[in-house]
């Protein structure tokens, strides 16, 4: 049996027993079976997919229970389910198969008519418009979608796309890549937009291609020979989702429900009081670590990555676990001791339950009374455990998210925007025991590129620090490299380190006084049209940091990081507390060896960019030895929250965010695969 019937079986609970021999298609989601949320999609695209000509193809076993689901849904007879006529593993024609056999069986139905064949296991995130990707298709061209993964343990498991940045056409797809054969992190679920004129291609893959049963039983086999074999490749364009859920077994089913029921109405409308509010990831560009030991930073925030936190109104209040961050369920031990190693020992909702105690007790304090409960989920593309902010920015979300929802401003909880960073910081240090400074909670409050002076007795002295914006067009190009094979706790790296400062010793107080003074320097530098300087002021505060936590501390694996960028003419330092650095190529005047070049002879406009086929040659070179490398992405402002819609009064502030509608297109037809 499948992965979830043998998880209904063993579970102890006994109450998913009635689900047992009921296909994944049909389970509950949200109230009603699975594939009536894509039937409400087909619905509400304005006609550009016909809901009487879905097609579901099933086997002989699961056939009855499909024929039994069209009585509940208008548009479908028994006629819209195709039975294989297969009843075993053995025997299954495997998932290709099956897309060729319902187009032999419904051709006369289908004729002239373009195909979207969608995997009936899958649902994708609801920010999802169905509308939307279809009618923005090029006319000749046909499309699916892909979703950034989050950690590379997925990569051999998936099929996966290299995209063209600038026109989203897809360049090749491969089925279960190893790491090493792709500098691309995007998975591509088996959702297919495909012309009329593709469909020969299919024809011509299962007579040429499709003798084996990995073949037959792999749809992204199918599409990648049909992008790059044919004598006419498929003309294929891709669209980039949040993400989507897979129903491989119990535990994602559950997690699943949750989010459909937090997100969707029992009639499959999105809930109009839904509030989501995003923090993006950031770089310390200078002076870190000395934000937490009375010094200065330049921090930056970047939209490479970002964290969001949902809230809407509900009986109760509810945290909702995050399907990668917070699982309980693994595959074996291997695996538990995996995730364990990329993702840490705590997931998001420690740090949302925390927020939410802190955010309480500030209300108590100043005598604010909050009523209505919410339930409240995260998510996050930042990555773990590298120095890039991860936990602050969803605490940060969270909070911001808290004081939205209830419709309090700053001056109701007695704060300013220079007091807020604290607030936010002691969830993290007095209710969590996470050892951290001030930096990322001021850059996630202010956005942008901020120098921030934490000088002891100036903190003392006015309760925080003095934050100075600056304009970010004076940065030059930088790029981000970071581990995506294991990283470390900050906290930990920090916690010796902080003790020996407060004991004043010597080396560490004066090292950390200099390392802050960089950031000033580079403050200038920016000021003065001299942008070059940093890539020697990067080195100073990397050779520094070194020194004063010593080559245990700051890891082999970092030290790699910033030697192989410096490999490639860059300068290179910690983003944060190690696991990511930020990159500056070095321009030949300044010693900048064979990566760089200079003002006068560069062949790009810009001497600190490399072109794209250099970027994507580093890029490759890092992803072969574990890590990743891209090109930073300037946030401008504080990424705020944001309201889909306003609904209640009461929780939701005057100015809510209206809902963009879907673009038209055409687009018909259908088959609805199901293995």
């Not at 190690?578 to 070049?597: D, H, T």
Request: some cysteine; aromatic content about 8%; overall charge positive.
């Amino acid at each position: 049996g499948s992965r979830l019937h043998n998880d209904i079986v063993t579970d102890d609970s006994g109450q998913y027993i009635h689900l047992i021999g009921q296909p994944k298609a049909l389970l509950p989601v949200g109230g009603v079976p699975l594939l009536n949320h894509w039937m409400y999609r087909f619905t509400e695209s304005k006609g550009l997919v016909d809901p009487k000509k879905v097609f579901v193809v099933t086997n002989d076993v699961m056939y009855p229970k499909f024929v039994k689901w069209t009585n509940t849904v208008d548009s479908l007879t028994k006629d819209n389910i195709i039975n294989d006529k297969t009843k075993t593993n053995e025997d299954r024609l495997g998932a290709v198969g099956d897309i060729h056999y319902a187009l032999k069986a419904k051709e006369t139905e289908l004729k002239g008519l373009d195909v979207l064949v969608v995997a009936g296991d899958t649902l994708f995130l609801s920010d999802f418009s169905l509308g939307s990707f279809l009618g923005n298709l090029p006319k000749d061209a046909s499309g699916c979608v892909y979703y950034r993964l989050n950690n590379n343990e997925e990569l051999t498991k998936r099929g996966v796309v290299e995209v063209e940045k600038t026109t989203g056409r897809v360049l090749n797809f491969l089925e279960k890549p190893s790491l090493e054969s792709t500098t691309s992190r995007f998975a591509c679920p088996a959702f297919y937009a495909l012309r009329r004129s593709a469909l020969t291609l299919i024809d011509q893959y299962v007579k040429e291609e499709g003798k084996d049963k990995t073949s037959r039983d792999t749809p992204g086999r199918l599409i990648g020979w049909m992008v790059s074999s044919p004598p006419s490749p498929l003309k294929l364009y891709a669209t980039q989702l949040e993400g989507r859920f897979d129903i491989a077994d119990l535990s994602q089913w559950k997690t699943t429900l949750s989010h459909f029921t937090m997100v969707l109405d029992k009639h499959l409308n999105e809930l109009p009081e839904r509030l989501v509010s995003r923090v993006c990831a950031r770089i310390g560009v200078m002076g870190n670590p000395s934000d937490g030991f009375g010094g200065k930073t330049l921090s930056l925030s970047i939209k490479n990555f970002r964290a969001e936190v949902t809230l809407r109104p509900s009986r109760r209040l509810v945290l909702v676990a995050h399907p990668e961050f917070d699982p309980a369920s693994f595959m074996s031990l291997e695996h538990l001791a995996l995730h364990t190693e990329q993702n840490g020992y705590y997931g998001g909702l420690r740090l949302l339950k925390a927020t939410c105690r802190k955010f309480l007790e500030l209300c108590r304090e100043k005598k604010v009374k909050v009523q209505g409960n919410f339930t409240m989920s995260y998510s996050t593309t930042i990555p773990r455990m590298v120095g890039l902010a991860g936990s602050s920015a969803i605490i940060s979300s969270a909070f911001k998210g808290l004081m939205r929802f209830y419709g309090l401003s700053l001056a109701d909880l007695g704060l300013t925007k220079n007091t807020l960073p604290q607030k936010i910081l002691d969830i993290e240090t007095a209710e969590l025991g996470i050892n951290a400074g001030l930096q990322d909670r001021v850059i996630q409050v202010f956005g942008g590129l901020v120098h921030m002076d934490f000088t002891t007795e100036l903190v003392d002295k006015q309760g925080h620090g003095n934050y100075t914006p600056l304009d970010p067009s004076l940065l030059p190009t930088m790029y981000l490299a970071w581990n995506t094979m294991m990283a470390g706790d900050s906290g930990k790296v920090h916690s010796t380190v902080k003790e020996r400062w407060r004991k004043g010793e010597k080396g560490l107080v004066d090292g950390m006084k200099e390392v802050g003074s960089f950031a000033d320097a580079a403050v200038a530098a920016l000021r003065e049209g001299r942008p070059g300087d940093l890539a020697a002021l990067m080195e100073k505060n990397f050779a520094l940091r070194r020194k004063m936590y010593g080559d245990a501390v700051v890891g082999k694996r970092n030290i790699e990081l910033a030697e192989l960028a410096n490999a490639h003419g860059m300068a290179a330092k910690f983003s944060g507390s190690g696991g990511a650095v930020v990159c500056l190529r070095k321009l030949k005047e300044e010693g900048g060896g064979g990566g760089g070049g200079n003002h006068n002879d560069a062949k790009t406009e810009d001497p600190f960019a490399f072109t794209e086929e250099e970027e994507a040659k580093i890029r490759l070179l890092f992803i072969s030895k574990g890590y990743d490398f891209a090109r930073i992405q300037v946030n401008p402002t504080a990424s705020e929250p944001e309201v889909a819609m306003k609904k209640h009064a009461s929780y939701f502030p005057k100015d809510g965010f209206k809902r963009t509608p879907s673009t038209s297109g055409l687009q018909s037809g259908l088959v609805l695969q199901i293995d």
